[in-house]
T-cell receptor
């Protein structure tokens, strides 16, 4: 059981480039989300989805786009990368119960030069 | 405005002793609290949780205490082991919500 899989693990971009961070889960979870972790800032929610075709914004959504065409996949798109988007990105999923816990992927380290 | 606060960036304890990690929150609507552990270059992993209808939850060496009146929770690790050395994040949500709010984390070092 692979859980939550993120690709790539590392990425370097130039300012203005676009790219997509991939996230897939094999647990049939309805809820999926993206967080970013910056030094001294903890994890902050970027976007989330409560099911296929449904997405919503989190705390820090600007500069990012998401879609959820299938239950398994939840890609995060950087439209025009900026140095402020240098961070570690974590994808997570959970089941739809009231007290279900989040399962996290291993993260993508992104550097924008 | 930070809704979940972990005011100690780091904590160092001796192997075999108790580790106590603290967390404060400001949003009285939070009714579900979790602790996650994170090793370098890995994603956070779930450790233990507690709902607001309880004031204590135990799982082996780990116990979480919730004081709703003080809006405070703590994680106790007894006995502490070197493998417990990691960053610990406190998180909170309104039950059933996808929006987990995390603290900044506390780096625990357990010395042999």
């Amino acid at each position: 059981n692979a859980g939550v899989t993120q690709t790539p693990k590392f990425q370097v971009l130039k300012t203005g480039q676009s790219m997509t961070l991939q996230c897939a889960q094999d647990m049939n979870h309805e809820y999926m989300s993206w967080y970013r972790q910056d030094p001294g800032m903890g994890l902050r929610l970027i976007h989330y989805s409560v099911g296929a075709g449904i997405t919503d914004q989190g705390e820090v959504p600007n500069g990012y786009n998401v879609s959820r065409s299938t239950t398994e996949d939840f890609p995060l798109r950087l439209l025009s990368a900026a140095p402020s988007q240098t961070s570690v990105y974590f994808c997570a999923s959970r089941d739809s119960g009231w007290d279900e816990k989040l399962f996290f992927g291993s993260g993508t380290q992104l550097s924008v030069l | 405005d930070q809704q979940v606060k972990q005011n100690s960036p780091s904590l160092s304890v001796q192997e075999g002793r108790i580790s106590i990690l603290n967390c404060d929150y400001t949003n009285s609507m939070f009714d579900y609290f979790l602790w996650y552990k994170k090793y370098p270059a890995e994603g956070p992993t779930f450790l233990i949780s507690i709902s607001s209808i309880k004031d204590k939850n135990e799982d082996g060496r780990f116990t979480v205490f919730l004081n709703k009146s003080a809006k405070h929770l703590s994680l106790h690790i007894v006995p502490s082991q070197p493998g417990d050395s990691a960053v610990y994040f406190c998180a909170a949500s309104v039950g059933g919500s996808e929006k987990l709010v995390f603290g900044k984390g506390t780096k625990l070092t357990v010395n042999p």
